[in-house]
């Protein structure tokens, strides 16, 4: 038999009994479906946490106070400013660190002529946006000089530039901080949001040496030295793991920690986002896990409906044989009609998997990626399925003898 005619007795043998097609399509439907809408979850947010990674800075490392003791009390990690300007200027002297920059803030009222607005003020200097690979839109960074003076000049983000200002250019406008006047000198380019949702550009940045005179330290603490975290960047994607590894030699032994616990925390923005990746990859295992038992099931479906059917044709194969068909001929009939099954159900179930994942976008939020190699191996796993579970109906109709198939009419 010519393929072309097995393919199209097996078509006329699915379009007779469509109840019984549908019934044995459910099966693979639902487990690629659930193949193609796991796989698109999981491309999605390994696409959103690259992203984030992005946004952050590459190579970062992000140095925060730890917990403390004091009289055998543990306070919660960063209530202690146990990190200093000292500590940021060692850190960049290190030979695997890049630049680092420390950093103090506080949320508080911004106000800009009658506007006002709720943001983060964060005392840094410029070397904070070179490590976070944020680039100025409009105006200057600050200088030097400002930075020492402990100027009066303010950088914002773009989402406080627009509740402050609206349309209007805020470069060399005024804003008030804690009722200190600072002049607007430049706006950040937009940066997005970050991982667990917080706005990147909801900010204003100061100097840190205003920050810690005139606002935040000069408020909150008599140490105007202390800052609330350190940011640094490794020299490449290589070093991260030694450039953790001095960061922590460094402070110990700045903080004379000797035997005691350490009073900070050196983290990274990878190693922030494996919790997250880890919890994605947890579900897309678990759907993975439906997808398989689902597929499993289509395929035991598959197979007792084919030998059902062999069942019902055995006077047609022994005619068949009669006339001159080879055994491997019946096989390879049946065996084609399982794979066509299971093709088409891979195929209807690609199709309602992608709507799933549309929909879980628009009402969820979730970040889905449908891509080509995924869909083209779902359908290659249901068409193995059928492979696999259509062998041994096709190889006991092979087996049937002409004689006694046509005595079964």
Known sequence: M????????????LVENPVRTLLTLLGVIIGVACVVSMAA???????????EIGAFGANVLVVNP????KDGVSSATGDQKSLTLADAEAIAGLATIAAAAASDFGKVQVVAKNRNWSTTVNGTNVRHFAIRQWTIGSGRAFSPEEEVSAAKVAVIGATAAEHLFGADDPIGQVVRILNTPFTVIGVMKPKGMAFGGQDQDDVVFVPIAAAAVRLIGGANTVNHDAVAYILASARSSDWMGYAVDDVTRLLRQRHDRGTRDDDFTVTTASSALAAQESSTRTVALLLGSVALFSLLVGGISIMNIMLVCVTERTP??????????RPRDVAFQFLLEATALSALGGLVGVILGSVAAVIVTRVLGWPVLVRPEMVAAALGLAAAFGVGFGWYPAWRASLLQPVDALRAR
């Open 316 to 325: 047609e194969i022994g005619l068949r044989l009669a006339i001159g068909a």
């Open 41 to 51: 979850i999981g491309a999605g947010a390994q696409q959103r946490i690259s992203e």
């Open 2 to 13: 010519r393929p072309w005619d097995a393919l199209h007795a097996a078509a006329l043998a």
């Open 66 to 69: 730890g917990a403390t003791r």
